[in-house]
C-alpha cells in the first residue's frame, strides 16, 4: 500500500497539471452528486407527507415510483 502511495505522489509531482484536472473533476463529481442526493432526500420527504395525508394507496404508491424513476 505504501509502495502505490509514493507512486502516485511520484507522478503527481511529474504531472502536477493532469492531477489538478482530475480533482477539479472530481469536485464536480461531488458536487453534481451532493445536488442530487439533496433533492431525492428532499422529494422523498415531500411524498411521504403525501402519503400521511392522503393514506396508504397502492395507486398513490405506483405513482411516486414512477415519478422517482421519471426524474433520476
Known amino acids: 500500500m505504501i509502495a502505490i ?3 502516485i505522489i511520484d507522478i ?3 504531472y502536477p497539471q ?3 484536472d482530475i480533482f477539479v473533476v472530481f469536485e464536480q463529481i461531488e458536487a453534481t452528486t451532493l ?11 415531500n411524498y411521504a407527507q403525501q402519503f ?7 395507486d398513490d404508491i405506483g405513482a411516486f ?3 422517482i424513476t421519471a426524474v433520476y
Open 12 to 14: 503527481s509531482r511529474i
Open 35 to 45: 445536488t442530487l442526493l439533496d433533492n431525492f432526500i428532499e422529494d422523498a420527504d
Open 65 to 67: 415510483t414512477d415519478k
Open 18 to 20: 493532469i492531477f489538478q
Open 5 to 7: 502511495t509514493d507512486t
Open 52 to 58: 400521511e395525508l392522503h393514506g396508504d394507496d397502492d
